[in-house]
């Protein structure tokens, strides 16, 4: 650990900054004793607070009934960015690749999902400082800036509004030396306080009726003659239809576990910033920026002016082993605290207030997929792999398709009816997953070059997000 570095991080403490407030509503009763719903959602983070909400909107009169193991939106709804992304596919360009036939419907509905949450926000007055900032995705090395361009021109072809910065504009936006050019999404993007999002979902949906019980795992799920029956360590709930909203943590469907994996994301949280620091920078648009390397960074500021610094490390534990103290990584940490003052120099003394990890559900795609069991009864929806803030709630509304067996628009898009590859076995899946990494590292060294076995995933359209 560099002396600056150990200085910066000296004061922090290891909670996610988000969730380390005095709004974090008080928790609500366990469920106890037996019960029945009409539909219970399984899991309160986004997935589950979206679908809640959308049923109860959508039929005043169903009981509708969330089961959550911690508190809503403790885990990665409460851990995340905030960049509330209009993309359901992981990014524009992905999204062509996987389904070049719905890219233009998938861009669309994309679009108008990110609108239908900024209206929730307003209609609800969810303070959660909802803004359509947008997303710089800047180049640090010369061989990004054609990849920036090629972005730039399917935003074009797809009628989205940006900007294509050289160094010089890019610069005069947000003063990096390590900036070489960028692309800002000007509308693609809102960033938000995620914790307040998901704090402002749950308040709405018990303003509709919805029963909400905290503290509240699910443990079991078996057929019930013409429903499903969940069962808690303290209660059983028979429910109609069941919605499951787990992402990383693991599934109740056994078959799911071959799709997800759940990988670590760690991020830092500064001091506030004095009026002068800023200005050393500008930043004046507050858009969200990331890099454009295979293991790339994400930083914002927030709404009482901190800058919030994460990704670059995606961390996989053998045997997809999830616990807390793997939120806790010391050299990922310093890591952060270096790249942080290499990219803001301007900086240089600003101390972090607070440290983090969190997991992230990933799937060979990079983005969600859907499906349903037991004859229909249940719905699913997961492997979000980090654009969970927006896609979501897109992801809500395939599942309550779904459950009616209805015939729409969204259940019959390819991105729902396909599957992703599926991770192989242990112990081959851990083995994979650490030379897929150890590749991309080797290729941002390396001016961009990708080994063979990037290009065989490639042609595969597989992959593993940093």
């Not at 002396?3 to 991080?9: E, N, T």
């Not at 409460?78 to 719905?102: K, Q």
């Amino acid at each position: 650990m560099t002396a600056a570095a150990r200085r910066a991080l000296a004061d922090a403490v290891h909670r996610p900054y988000w969730l380390d407030r005095p709004e974090r509503p008080d928790p609500l009763p366990p469920l106890t004793g037996a019960d029945s719903a009409d539909l219970a959602v399984v899991g309160g983070g986004y997935s589950g607070l979206w679908t809640a909400l959308l049923a109860k909107q959508a039929d005043p009169g169903r009981d509708v009934v969330v089961l959550e193991a911690g508190t809503c939106g403790w885990a990665a709804s409460g851990r995340n960015g905030g960049f509330c992304a209009a993309s359901l596919t992981h990014g524009s360009a992905n999204g062509a690749a996987l389904f070049p036939d719905e890219i233009v419907t998938l861009e669309r509905l994309g679009r108008a999902n990110l609108d239908d949450i900024g209206a929730t926000v307003d209609r609800y007055d969810i303070d959660c400082d909802f803004r359509r900032t947008g997303e710089l995705t800047v180049a640090v090395e010369p061989y990004q800036l054609a990849g920036i361009a090629d972005d730039a021109a399917l935003a074009a072809r797809l009628g989205h509004p940006g900007i294509l910065l050289d160094r010089d504009a890019l610069r005069a936006e947000i003063d990096s030396p390590t900036y070489l050019g960028g692309f800002w999404d000007t509308d693609g993007v809102a960033m938000l306080d995620p914790a307040r999002l998901a704090w402002g979902l749950r308040r709405v949906c018990l303003d509709l009726g919805v029963r909400i019980h905290e503290h509240t795992r699910v443990t079991g799920l078996h057929r019930d003659r013409a429903a499903l029956r969940l069962r808690t360590p303290h209660g059983r709930l028979r429910a109609d239809r069941v919605a499951l909203a787990t992402n990383a943590f693991p599934p109740l469907l056994r078959r799911l576990r071959h799709y997800l994996v759940p990988v670590y994301d760690y991020a830092l949280m500064t001091e506030p910033l004095s009026p002068a620091q800023l200005a050393a920078v500008g930043w004046h648009n507050r858009q969200g920026i990331s890099d454009a390397a295979n293991q790339f960074h994400y930083y914002r500021r927030t709404a009482d002016d901190r800058i919030l610094f994460g990704g670059y490390d995606a961390v996989y534990h053998a045997g997809g082993r999830m616990t807390p103290a793997l939120e806790h990584r010391t050299v990922t940490f310093v890591r952060l605290a270096e790249h942080f003052r290499a990219t803001f120099p301007q900086f240089d003394g600003v101390r972090f207030s607070h440290t983090w990890g969190g997991v992230i559900d990933t799937c060979t795609r990079f983005c969600a997929f859907h499906g349903t069991a037991y004859d229909g009864r249940l719905a699913y929806s997961a492997g979000f792999t980090g654009l969970g803030v927006g896609a979501t709630r897109f992801g809500a509304r395939v599942m309550l398709d779904l459950l009616a067996g209805a015939d729409t628009e969204l259940t019959r898009l390819a991105l729902v009816r396909d599957r992703p590859v599926p991770f192989p076995p242990e112990p081959l899946r851990t083995a994979v997953i650490q030379l897929t990494r150890r590749s991309m590292a080797r290729a941002d060294a390396n001016e961009g070059r990708r080994d063979a076995w990037l290009r065989t995933l490639d042609r595969l359209g597989l992959g593993f997000d940093s």
